[in-house]
């Protein structure tokens, strides 16, 4: 049972800190090199690599390798998981007394 808690966690996570609600909404115009997510935040890559592992593992964000970078973007399903997540979560119970 603590293992749903602990992936829904995970989501939220992943989105209260400054810098990682910068990154999504980089990655709302679609796929970003890390090189460009570097050049935008004006972050060192050790933060950067913080940053991403946090959105990676919440399931919101995805990666691909190519060469010597990684490519990150927004995961449609993680993206779908957080937000019906939010509204189960969120949703006032009516009381039958």
């Known amino acids: 049972m603590n293992n749903i808690y602990e992936e829904n966690a995970r989501v939220f996570k992943a989105l209260c800190d400054v810098n990682r609600l910068k990154i999504l909404e980089l990655l709302q115009s679609g796929e970003k090199c890390a090189c460009i997510l570097l050049e935008k935040m004006n972050i060192s890559q050790s933060t ?38 939010l509204k189960h979560l969120t949703k006032i119970q009516e009381s039958n007394e």
Not at 59 to 70: D, F, L, N, P, S
């Open 48 to 85: 950067l690599s913080h940053h991403m592992k946090i959105l990676c593992d919440s399931g919101i964000v995805a990666y691909r390798k190519e060469g010597k970078w990684t490519h990150y973007s927004i995961d449609r399903k993680g993206s779908l998981y957080a937000v019906e997540l």
